[in-house]
């Protein structure tokens, strides 16, 4: 099957659309990459999500929770309508350049807008981008909403990543763990053990929006943080967080870590750029590297918009020193891709009626087969039945 899988993490600047050929072969999951496009989203709806998902009050670093963004209903159904025409436009691009027309599915996790985590625990999700723009743009049925089912079986509804880091590393030598650097960072042990370390690029791509007064969106090759020092005091504020001393599996998001989150820690009271963009590396990397060692990891393999920023993987390589960090293309899923390809294996398990979650990974009841289906132009026809979940997932050259 020709599977189109559709990303927009909590950066929320582009839709990524991974194409890959997905087949069973008894209890194996092989899966050949076509390649990704990646489509940005134009400044007035990147603009709009920015208003949007921005707090009006800002929770004190020792919160523990976010604020709810004060959106409009008319904002809401509006924003919902440009994302999934976004995501309806990236899924045509991929069929048309990654599979040459010839797209079965769509799995699209839309644009995460709000997780409502208290503690350990959610109590909701939203994604915006409905499937319907899809559906009918691309002619495709469209597997989407995969969060909702695990948030709704008592999970945590992230990291959905989990299953397929699972599947994907299982039989590698040592105790392997998958870690990812979007907005925020999140691990992956081989026992099952997942859950957000804490802010990944969220907070370091905050701070440039402000010290730039929007003109920036993020330190590039992070120069900016490579030229300053870190702020002992404000790290340790930062580090005394509560999220970081909770129990997997938890998780997190911009409802906490955003620009006034570090107005209130008093970030932007007269420390210097580079010094407060140092300080944000620093955190990343520590508690990241808090979270690995706390899993007993002997070999990390990462993936994510983060690792290319060399400032940030050099702080956490040093941290995590003798247990190598290697990126993830060098087992054939490129850093960039890793997340659209993981919700493209999610569809796939979906049509075929197969679980997408791993209860230790999520904290639910039981595994879920995750999603809604939309049907395409001429409906959709499920696989013949009798297919089982897979043990383990192979990337074909």
Same mark, same amino acid.
């Given at each position: 099957?020709?599977? *189109?899988?559709?990303? !927009? /993490?909590?950066?929320?600047?582009?839709?990524?659309? =991974?194409?890959?050929?997905?087949?069973?072969?008894?209890?194996?999951?092989?899966?050949?990459?076509?390649?990704?496009?990646?489509?940005?989203?134009?400044?007035?709806?990147?603009?709009?999500?920015?208003?949007? #998902?921005?707090?009006?009050?800002?929770?004190?670093?020792?919160?523990?929770?976010?604020?709810?963004?004060? $959106?409009?209903?008319?904002? @809401?159904?509006?924003?919902?309508?440009?994302?999934?025409?976004?995501?309806?436009?990236? $899924?045509?691009?991929?069929?048309?350049?990654?599979?040459?027309?010839?797209?079965?599915?769509?799995?699209?996790?839309?644009?995460?807008?709000?997780?409502?985590?208290? /503690?350990?625990?959610?109590?909701?999700?939203?994604?915006?981008?409905?499937?319907?723009?899809?559906?009918?743009?691309?002619?495709?049925?469209?597997?989407?909403?995969?969060?909702?089912?695990?948030?709704?079986? /008592?999970?945590?509804?992230?990291?959905? %990543?989990?299953?397929?880091?699972?599947?994907? #590393?299982?039989?590698?030598?040592?105790?392997? %763990? =998958?870690l990812n650097i979007g907005g925020v960072a999140?691990?992956?042990?081989?026992?099952?053990?997942?859950?957000?370390?804490?802010?990944?690029?969220?907070?370091?791509?905050?701070?440039?929006?402000?010290?730039?007064?929007?003109?920036?969106?993020?330190?590039?090759? /992070?120069?900016?943080?490579g030229r300053g020092r870190p702020v002992r005091?404000?790290?340790?504020? #930062?580090?005394?967080?509560?999220?970081?001393?909770? &129990?997997?599996?938890?998780?997190?998001?911009?409802? @906490?870590?955003?620009?006034?989150?570090?107005? +209130?820690?008093?970030?932007?009271?007269?420390?210097?750029?580079?010094?407060?963009?140092?300080?944000?590396?620093?955190?990343?990397?520590? +508690? *990241?590297?808090?979270? @690995?060692?706390?899993?007993?990891?002997?070999?990390?393999? &990462?993936?994510?918009?983060?690792?290319?920023?060399?400032?940030?993987?050099?702080?956490?390589?040093?941290?995590? $020193?003798?247990v190598p960090v290697r990126v993830s293309d060098?087992?054939?899923?490129?850093?960039?891709?890793?997340?659209?390809?993981?919700?493209?294996?999610?569809?796939?398990?979906?049509?075929?009626?197969?679980?997408?979650?791993?209860?230790?990974?999520?904290?639910?009841?039981?595994? !879920?087969?995750?999603?809604?289906?939309?049907?395409?132009?001429?409906?959709?026809?499920?696989?013949?039945?009798?297919?089982?979940?897979?043990?383990?997932?192979?990337?074909?050259?």
């Open positions: 099957m020709r599977v *189109i899988g559709l990303m !927009s /993490g909590t950066s929320y600047d582009a839709v990524d659309a =991974a194409a890959a050929v997905l087949r069973l072969d008894g209890d194996t999951l092989l899966l050949r990459p076509l390649g990704m496009v990646s489509t940005p989203y134009d400044d007035g709806l990147r603009a709009a999500l920015t208003r949007a #998902l921005s707090p009006a009050a800002a929770p004190a670093p020792a919160s523990g929770q976010g604020c709810p963004p004060l $959106a409009s209903l008319a904002e @809401v159904c509006r924003l919902d309508t440009g994302i999934g025409r976004a995501f309806a436009a990236a $899924a045509v691009r991929a069929d048309r350049e990654l599979c040459g027309g010839q797209a079965e599915l769509v799995a699209s996790h839309g644009q995460t807008v709000y997780h409502w985590a208290e /503690g350990n625990r959610v109590h909701g999700t939203l994604q915006l981008g409905r499937p319907a723009w899809i559906a009918e743009a691309s002619g495709l049925p469209v597997v989407a909403d995969f969060r909702a089912r695990d948030v709704a079986a /008592g999970g945590q509804g992230a990291p959905l %990543v989990s299953l397929v880091d699972l599947l994907w #590393l299982r039989g590698r030598p040592g105790r392997v %763990v =998958a999140n691990v992956t042990a081989p026992d099952g053990t997942a859950f957000d370390t804490g802010p990944g690029c969220a907070l370091l791509d905050a701070a440039v929006r402000e010290f730039s007064g929007g003109r920036a969106a993020y330190d590039v090759d /992070g120069a900016l943080a005091r404000l790290l340790d504020r #930062l580090l005394a967080d509560p999220y970081y001393a909770l &129990a997997p599996p938890k998780t997190t998001g911009k409802e @906490v870590f955003h620009a006034g989150y570090l107005r +209130t820690a008093g970030l932007f009271d007269g420390i210097r750029p580079e010094d407060a963009l140092a300080t944000l590396a620093q955190l990343t990397a520590r +508690t *990241i590297a808090d979270a @690995v060692r706390s899993v007993g990891a002997t070999e990390v393999i &990462a993936s994510g918009g983060g690792v290319r920023n060399p400032v940030l993987t050099g702080m956490l390589r040093e941290r995590l $020193a003798p060098a087992l054939g899923l490129p850093a960039a891709a890793k997340e659209a390809y993981a919700f493209a294996v999610l569809g796939f398990l979906t049509v075929h009626g197969l679980p997408g979650t791993d209860p230790r990974s999520t904290g639910a009841r039981h595994p !879920s087969v995750l999603g809604s289906l939309t049907p395409g132009r001429d409906g959709f026809r499920l696989p013949p039945a009798g297919a089982c979940a897979p043990a383990r997932m192979v990337v074909e050259g």
